[in-house]
């Protein structure tokens, strides 16, 4: 592996490159899905390769192959050079990278239970039996996944750094499609879209006990189909934990990203109205409106011990009591605003080049219960787990929808509403958030498909999150 | 590039290696490059050289499947290895039937259309020059640029133990560039086989015009107005119903608006949607990542709903053939139309904003996903160029809005179609007219 990423770095310098780093990333990954009664897809999938990122007159340049040979290394890194000497003929002003710390280290990462271990057939037997349960009339479509990877990723630059890391990753799900001819209703557990994903083993299966929920989930599916449709006008609502994770992802993570800040990602998925002249000025929320970075905490799926640009994972606040202090940023972006890089450049894999992506994007819990902030409502609505998702590109207006929501009257929870949805401005909404559920409440889920960049690159990021009270929201913007 | 002999000649050496009752080996890889510009200057310039094997193998009803990156004997070996641990613990899947048998029937295709050496002997220099003359002509305008240049040369090919035997080298070539000022922009992007046949001088206007005459724009409150949608609008639109209703796994599921109204008149009489994998309307695939030779489906003509496109899981537990819409196999998304079309109409989008009493223009859609999948409801915002229309003439720029509309509603509220259609690709081809469409439904607006 060394001789390979001298090769590279040393291919590099030659070809006239100032700054070079190389990436040799190898990923295993097993996947299993099952719909009504039977596995749909049971897939592994195994990569490895490399990338080399290169400043050549000033300039970007970006290569990479799946050929792991001394050889293949030095062609790519002169490829990587070609590029950007390319990159040169537009050239404003030179990259210039912040000064980071240089490491060299190896971080391994414990799980109770290598996923790669358990047999697959018990995997498709937890997710068989949850599907015989969620088997109830009116249940169309019952759906369950699970997910692990496992990878191993080696780092090195022209500064020094020489850093190896260990991921391993679970992820499972399970969801129930119910409808009468003229509807569907959906409903999924831990969360939608896949489930939850963290950075554990197949404990992370045991713990959510899929069994005693799958009868809930599908039995909430066919009641919503009966249920009455969510109310429109302005009332207060109240958020479960997996749709305000969502709501932080794109409200508060999306907008902070250094990069949308500054235009480099214009062309696809947009700017943001966090510019630099709000930081550290602008009400982005209520004084209880804590949003922290935090790539540090243990088993999060956004956390990593060093970032792709070797600098060490850090926990530092976006929004300090309400207030936009901070961003994520990039050692190139972080020296552009003279701020100390925070370590949010990833890439999904070998082949793609670093971009800034959310780490793990929380809101610090407040001091209330879920009852407390219930009871606090004299007519509103309680929304939990998220259907659908639009904001536009400054991440202003949002849009969203949930599976499901209860009516909250006189501080009390009541009737089931089907197709909830609530829509408004980012700031105008944070700041009306008035409760936050206390630590215990607080949970970090993983989202594993946030898609950015061009090319486009996923990511797996998360969110801590515990529910949360906003007074007087525009609710029920379907027809 | 590895070429057609060496590909299917190691891809049947493996199948006849399997111990599987049925064996289907895809390959899809390639070079990809993408010089991406923002700020008027390249910031992003990248390279990559990958190969995906897809095995999967059948014994009985047990289905396992593995995916490798690169491409020699010997990671096909070890993904048949694996395919095959897999298989071994895997359950009886009821409605497999088959992997794909050969096409009975295989239309007339050059695959000539698919390859051009322009595009793949693009290279850096020539990539940055493209980007040069994008930013130089939006530095002079006094705008800023940002946007991409991007090549691929890819090599599919397909060979499974029923005798299926597929391969194509084709070329995607896409140039895009989104111009601002403080308070507006605009958005251009064309692709094309050839990347020579891309008119940069084209975009370059589209984008800048927008952009200059955007600047303060008005804030009008939402409402349902009359729409000319451009056909990156209508695109971003109708993208939803390609998975959610034109697919047989939709039906199957209950998503698609097309159940139980097969032969009826759902959408307006103006309206033939279909998918041809050979049309050079679109970015042409002649087989799919089974190896089915792509058949013509109708959606919908003169608004009869009429079809939808299977793979072979679907077709074969129907007892009909596959369409030729398979996607790499396993996915939750296969079948999918990869060549959509929209018929156009007689018009042309001068005429069709001279219609317009007063509604608005729309360049494009953003962000837009379903809030109703079974109604097709869809919501999403306005970007990078939205126009007040006031007697027949595009008079004010305006604030980007939201809309929240059901595909269904607006596809039978369409006025007028635009002879001119154009190819918009990501991933797949959508090639659509302009649209005049009353009733469109805006909910909410924001604040630029």
């Known amino acids: ?479 | 590039m590895i070429g057609k002999d060496k590909i299917i000649e190691i891809l049947k050496k493996a199948v006849s290696r399997s111990k599987a009752d049925q064996t289907e080996i895809l390959v899809m890889g390639g070079k990809s490059y993408l010089t991406g510009f923002a700020n008027n200057y390249i910031h992003r310039n990248v390279g990559n050289e990958d190969y995906t094997i897809n095995i999967r193998l059948a014994f009985g009803k047990r289905i396992g499947s593995a995916t490798v990156h690169g491409f020699s004997e010997e990671i096909i070996e070890k993904a048949l290895k694996d395919a095959e641990l897999i298989a071994e613990n895997q359950k009886e899947n009821p409605d497999f039937v088959s992997f794909a048998k050969p096409s009975k029937e295989v239309r007339q295709f050059d695959e000539k259309a698919l390859y051009s050496e322009n595009t793949a002997n693009c290279d850096a220099e020539c990539r940055a020059k493209i980007a040069k003359e994008v930013v130089d002509a939006s530095k002079k305008l006094g705008l800023n640029s940002s946007g991409t240049v991007e090549t691929e040369t890819g090599e599919i090919a397909i060979v499974n133990s029923l005798g299926v035997e597929k391969y194509c080298v084709r070329t995607v070539a896409s140039i895009k560039n989104i111009a601002m000022a403080t308070d507006s922009s605009g958005y251009s992007k064309s692709t094309a086989v050839d990347i020579t046949k891309i008119n940069v001088e084209e975009i370059i206007k589209e984008s800048t015009d927008l952009a200059l005459s955007g600047r303060a724009p008005i804030s009008i409150e939402p409402g349902k107005y009359e729409v000319i949608l451009t056909p990156y609008a209508v695109a971003e639109f109708i993208s939803h119903i390609l998975y959610l209703s034109l697919n047989a796994r939709a039906v199957n599921e209950g998503s698609s608006f097309l159940i139980g109204n097969f032969g009826k008149r759902i959408l307006g009489d103006n309206i033939t949607m279909y998918d041809d994998g050979l049309s050079e309307e679109t970015i042409p695939l002649p087989f799919d990542f089974e190896g089915v030779d792509k058949k013509r489906v109708v959606f919908f003509e003169n608004g009869v709903a009429k079809d939808v496109v299977y793979d072979t899981l679907t077709a074969y537990k129907e007892g009909r053939e596959s369409t030729g819409h398979s996607l790499p196999q396993p996915s939750p998304y296969s079948p999918y139309p990869m060549n959509f079309v929209i018929e156009g109409g007689n018009s042309s989008p001068e005429e069709m904003i001279s219609n317009v009493k007063r509604g608005l223009f729309v360049q494009r859609f953003w962000y837009t996903n379903p809030m109703d999948p079974k109604n097709a409801v869809i919501t999403g915002m306005t970007r990078d160029g939205l126009f007040l229309i006031e007697n027949g003439k595009i008079t004010k720029p305006v604030m980007n809005m939201r809309f929240t509309e059901s595909v269904i509603s607006a596809l039978n509220n369409v006025i007028e179609l635009s002879k001119t259609k154009k190819i918009i690709y990501d991933m797949a081809s959508v090639t659509v007219p302009y649209l005049r469409v009353k009733d469109f439904t805006f909910t909410g607006k924001t604040e630029f």
């Not at chain 1, 550290?280 to 990593?304: M, P, Q």
């Not at chain 1, 990511?459 to 801590?464: D, E, K, P, R």
């Open chain 1, 1 to 479: 592996m060394r001789d390979i990423i001298e090769s590279a770095l040393l291919s590099a310098k030659r070809a006239g490159a100032t700054y070079a780093d190389v990436r040799i990333l190898e990923r295993e990954v097993e996947e299993i899905s099952t719909k009504n009664g039977s596995v749909d897809a049971l897939k592994r999938s195994f990569t490895k390769g490399l990338g080399v990122r290169v400043i050549a007159n000033g300039a970007w340049g970006f290569a990479s192959s799946f050929r792991l040979t001394t050889d293949e290394a030095e062609k790519v890194a002169e490829e990587a050079v070609l590029i950007a000497k390319a990159s040169s003929l537009t050239k404003i002003e030179d990259v210039s990278l912040a000064e980071v710390e240089i490491f060299q280290d190896t971080v391994h990462q414990k799980v109770e239970i290598d996923p790669f271990s358990v047999p697959i057939s018990e995997k498709i037997s937890v997710l068989l039996e949850s599907d015989k349960i969620m088997n109830i009339p009116g249940v169309i479509v019952r759906k369950g996944n699970m997910y692990f990877s496992k990878e191993w990723k080696t780092f090195a630059s022209t500064e020094g750094a020489y850093i190896e890391q260990e991921r391993i990753v679970s992820g499972a799900g399970i969801s129930a499609i119910a409808t009468n001819g003229k509807e569907l209703q959906i409903r999924s557990y831990p969360s939608s879209f896949g489930g939850d994903y963290q950075r554990k083993g197949f404990e992370l299966v045991k713990s959510a006990d899929f069994l005693k929920n799958a009868e809930r989930v599908a039995k909430e599916a066919v009641a919503l189909l009966s249920a009455k449709p969510c109310p429109s006008g302005i009332m207060d609502i109240v958020l479960g934990g997996s749709q305000l994770a969502l709501q932080v992802h794109e409200s508060a993570g999306h907008p902070t990203e250094l990069d949308r800040v500054l235009g480099e990602e214009a062309s696809f998925a947009g700017m943001s109205f966090l510019m630099p002249d709000k930081l550290g000025k602008f009400r982005y929320g209520s004084d209880i409106v804590n949003i922290t970075a935090d790539a540090t905490i243990s088993e999060a799926l956004g956390g990593f011990a060093y970032d792709d640009e070797g600098v060490k994972a850090k926990r530092i606040y976006l929004v300090k009591n309400g207030i936009f202090v901070g961003y994520l940023n990039s050692r190139e972006t972080a020296k552009k605003l003279k701020l100390e890089p925070m370590g949010a450049m990833r890439a999904q894999s070998w082949n793609f080049m670093p971009i800034i992506r959310m780490t793990s994007i929380n809101l610090e819990p407040g001091d209330k219960t879920l009852d407390e902030l219930i009871a606090g409502v004299d007519r509103g609505i309680y929304m939990d787990t998220n259907k659908s998702w639009s904001i536009d590109q400054n991440r202003l207006n949002f849009q969203f929808g949930t599976e499901i929501g209860w009516e909250i009257k006189n501080g009390k929870i009541q009737d089931m509403v089907k197709n909830p949805t609530y829509t408004g401005i980012t700031y105008e909404f944070w700041r009306s958030c008035d409760g936050i559920a206390n630590k215990d409440f607080w949970h970090v889920w993983g989202v594993p498909n946030c898609g950015k960049g061009e090319p486009q690159q996923v990511m797996q990021v998360s969110h801590g999150v515990s529910p949360a009270r906003f007074r007087n929201v525009k609710v029920g913007v379907l027809r």
